[in-house]
């Protein structure tokens, strides 16, 4: 069954523990430390890091609260990425619902950095040949960096001291999340995640907006591979008809043309 | 074997010609700068050489290059459409020259994705790891067997004056290639605009729409005719060919025709999805859509149906606004309509302006060259004896 992350922004308190041990067990390296909003640091995901903590500072009923949430590739259900790499370069594991980057495959379009919705895949802008840069959801066919295939949770959710982070079933996790919601008002009733385009493997709840952390608003619910599919599957149809008329055409007015030389021939007007 | 020899020796013993004035001397000053950049940019990676970034990953090279590069060279398959399926023989004069533009349009396209992909050790992978759900996946594929077919038409014309004996087996696929020539170029000019259906919740809802790819595909049809008349104008001038007024004020109409069309869609979806009021909102994506259709789309319609298209002014006119306007439009969807919900900042580096000019020149030269050596810009007195 597909896995899933509940990531319940209320309980986050911010320690970033999980943005050290993704760099950690994917050995990606370190950067000299920059920040935006205060706390939020590298400003976003690139192509050494693979997901990060997002800080907010939120008014609430006249106080003022710190709010973060991690982010990282989502796990679509209908990746958007995966439908726009045309070489086949990113796939979806049917099993873990994990969506992977296979390197050597990549010609480096860059096109599903465009066509992610939550603008995820990140670019390695300083190599010779850069690659694709985004989180695995420690699933590696390959085995080096797997931990889903041996029942472990990912690195992030396993440092999560506070139970922010919770990794499971998704269907399970999406039930937990209404639970939490309708036993706690303060929670906005919405598990962002459950239909966003399409649904993803990642769930968020939370007590401030969601746009707050970077999330677009106009997220849509259909899954964005249709649209690609909505446009492409007139292709056999349209090579083959036009191909048909065409040379119906070139026939029909070559002729034409012809009877119509040898009447010219004949002096006779058209 | 010894046939290959002799088509060498025939390839040597051509008197190849090619006049060198002040405006070439630049074309290849420009050329010379944007070969330097392009190495240096496959020998450091994007990062040094562009000013792309995780927010902006496609920029001029992807904007310019290839989407509009890709449009205005579809006079080409226009030309192919009206001259070689529906047999209008008077357009003949221009169809060679359209070709050739095209031809060389798509290799500077191919040259300009070559620079912009990351791996691009790796190009040839979608033609074995076939993403088939992507629409860049047709893009891909069309694009390279254009080009192909292309060259093989083009096989046509040199074999006129070199390497003859192959002449007749070129001319006899010649049909075929036709045929073939105008299908890839349709599914791949509607492709190109359907790249952007999947960034439904990115792109500006004033240019985003279902219909994106059956709108790149009838503009980058009526852009061909006004290509023609810009062309036709600076060759007339480098060549002394000048192409009868009655021949471009055909094709000229042929376009407003489907200009017409093409508004009406326009309108018929903005209405459709709701958003018509969002051109009138005042803001940069408002004005510049109204720009972009008042230039590039209404008045042009306006010169094609009215004694303006009679002169020459008016054709030159008509052609530079609506190539123009077909310019304006590719960049306002990977740039204006894009820039709000990728947020950040982009502004090519001069590098990248090397890169694009120095390939508009290598082109510019090529055609001149081509131009110089081959039957390209038929005359009416050559006409009988080439065709
Ligand atoms: S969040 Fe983006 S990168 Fe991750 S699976 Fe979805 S579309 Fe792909
Ligand atoms: S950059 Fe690589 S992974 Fe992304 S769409 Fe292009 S080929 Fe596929």
Known sequence: MAKGVLVDITKCIGCKACQVSCKQWNDLPAKIPEFVDGLTGPPDMDGDTYTVVKFKVVEMAGEYKIRSAKKQCMHCQHPACVSACFAKALEKDPKTGAVIYHPHLCVGCRYCMLACPFDIPKYEWEKTFPLIAKCQFCFDPQDKYDRLSYGKPPACVDTCITGALVYGERDELLKEAWNRINSDPSYIKKVLGEKEAGGTSWLYISDVPFEDFGFRPNLGTRPLPEYSHDFLKYTPIIAVGWGTLLTVLYHYTKRREQVASESDNKDVHL | ?387
Not at chain 2, 332 to 358: C, H, Q
């Open chain 2, 1 to 387: 074997m010894s046939a290959d020899k002799g088509l060498f020796q025939e390839i040597a013993a051509y008197k190849w010609k090619f006049t060198m004035t002040t405006a070439r001397k630049i074309l290849i000053l420009l050329a010379g700068l944007g070969v330097v950049c392009m190495l240096y940019r496959l020998a450091t990676g994007l990062g040094s050489a562009t000013n792309l970034n995780d927010q902006w990953p496609w920029g001029l090279w992807i904007g310019f290059d290839v989407l509009t590069g890709v449009a205005l060279a579809g006079g080409g398959y226009g030309t192919a459409i009206i001259v070689h399926v529906l047999h209008r023989n008077k357009y003949l004069a221009i169809a060679r020259s359209a070709m050739l533009t095209s031809l060389l349009g798509y290799l500077l396209v191919m040259a300009g994705l070559f620079m912009d992909i990351g791996q691009w050790f790796n190009f040839w992978r979608p033609f074995v790891s076939w993403g088939h759900t992507s629409v860049l996946f047709e893009v891909f594929w069309c694009v390279s067997c254009y080009t192909t077919v292309q060259v093989l038409e083009f096989g046509e014309i040199v074999t006129e004056k070199v390497g003859t004996k192959y002449h007749n087996f070129f001319k006899k696929a010649l049909p075929v290639l036709m045929v073939l020539g105008i299908i890839f170029p349709t599914l791949h000019q509607s492709s190109l605009g359907a790249l952007y259906v999947i960034m439904v919740d990115k792109l500006y809802p004033l240019w985003w729409s279902p219909y994106i790819g059956l709108m790149f595909l009838m503009s980058s049809f009526f852009v061909g005719p006004a290509m023609i008349c810009v062309e036709t104008a600076l060759a007339g001038k480098a060549f002394k060919h000048e192409v009868p007024i009655s021949v471009l004020r055909g094709l000229v109409r042929i376009a407003g025709v489907f200009m017409i069309l093409y508004l009406g869609l326009k309108f018929y979806d903005l209405a459709a999805r709701g958003v018509v009021n969002l051109i009138f909102a005042g803001n940069l994506e408002g004005n510049m859509f109204m720009a972009e259709i008042i230039l590039g789309v209404m008045i042009p319609v306006y010169i094609a149906f009215s004694s303006m298209s009679n002169t020459r002014k008016g054709l030159i006119t008509f052609g530079i606004l609506v190539s123009g306007g077909l310019i304006f439009n590719r960049m306002n969807v990977v740039f204006t309509g894009m820039s709000a919900a990728l947020g950040g900042w982009y502004f090519p580096s001069i590098m990248e302006w090397a890169v694009s000019i120095g390939l508009i020149s290598i082109g510019c030269l090529v055609y001149c060259f081509i131009a110089e050596n081959f039957n390209i810009l038929v005359h009416e007195d050559h006409q009988g004896a080439s065709t």
